[in-house]
C-alpha cells in the first residue's frame, strides 16, 4: 500500500510542477506593425487607464500592478526617445495630442490577471496570467485614433499556478509583445 500511495504521489506531482509554460500573443486586428519607434525623434505621451468588468476582483492590486507595469515597460523599452508616462483623467472622454508631444497613445487595460482552471486537463491544475490592453495612437490635428488594436497575450499551461506578484512583469511583458518590433 506505502508502495502504491509513493507512486501515485508521484504521479500527481509530476502532472502539477512538471509541465512547461507557454507564452501567446495576439492583435487584433492581426499584422500590427510597430508602435514603438526608439530610432525616431518623435516625443510621445502615453495614458493609460483601466475598464475592467463589472465583476472584477482585487481591483486596487490590479490598478498598482497596472501603474507599476506601465512604468517599468516605458522605462526600460526605449520606445520613443522621450516618452511621459501618466494615468489618463476619468473625467475626460476625448482624448488629443498634448502640445509639445508628436504622438499620444491611450492604453486601456481590460485584464490583468492570473486565471486557474481545476480539472481542465491531465495536469489537473492549468493556469498562468491573461493580459488584454487596447491601444489608440492619436497624431497631431485629430480627434480621433488614427490607429487602434488589442493586444491579447497569455502565459501559463498545465500544472502552472501564478499569483499577483507577477502582474507588472507580465503586463511589461505584453506590451513588449503587442507594441515593438519582434
Do not use: N
Amino acid at each position: 500500500m506505502g508502495t502504491l500511495f509513493h507512486c501515485a504521489a508521484l504521479f500527481i506531482a509530476a502532472l502539477l510542477c512538471g509541465c512547461a509554460t507557454t507564452t501567446t500573443v495576439t492583435t487584433a486586428p492581426a499584422g500590427q506593425a510597430p508602435v514603438c519607434q526608439p530610432e525616431s525623434k518623435l516625443k510621445a505621451t502615453v495614458l493609460w487607464q483601466t475598464r475592467w468588468r463589472a465583476d472584477q476582483k482585487d481591483v486596487p492590486q490590479r490598478e498598482a500592478a497596472a501603474a507599476r507595469g506601465m512604468a517599468d515597460f516605458f522605462a526600460g523599452a526605449a520606445c520613443f526617445p522621450t516618452t511621459t508616462v501618466a494615468r489618463a483623467d476619468a473625467d475626460h472622454p476625448a482624448f488629443t495630442v498634448p502640445p509639445g508631444s508628436d504622438m499620444l497613445l491611450v492604453l486601456t487595460v481590460r485584464e490583468l490577471g492570473p486565471t486557474v482552471k481545476l480539472l481542465s486537463s491531465a495536469a489537473l491544475i492549468e493556469g498562468g496570467t491573461e493580459v488584454a490592453v487596447d491601444v489608440a495612437r492619436y497624431v497631431p490635428g485629430g480627434s480621433a485614433p488614427d490607429r487602434q488594436f488589442s493586444i491579447h497575450w497569455r502565459s501559463g499551461g498545465p500544472g502552472v499556478v501564478k499569483g499577483v506578484q507577477s502582474l507588472p512583469a507580465d503586463l511589461a511583458a505584453a506590451l513588449r509583445a503587442g507594441l515593438q518590433a519582434r
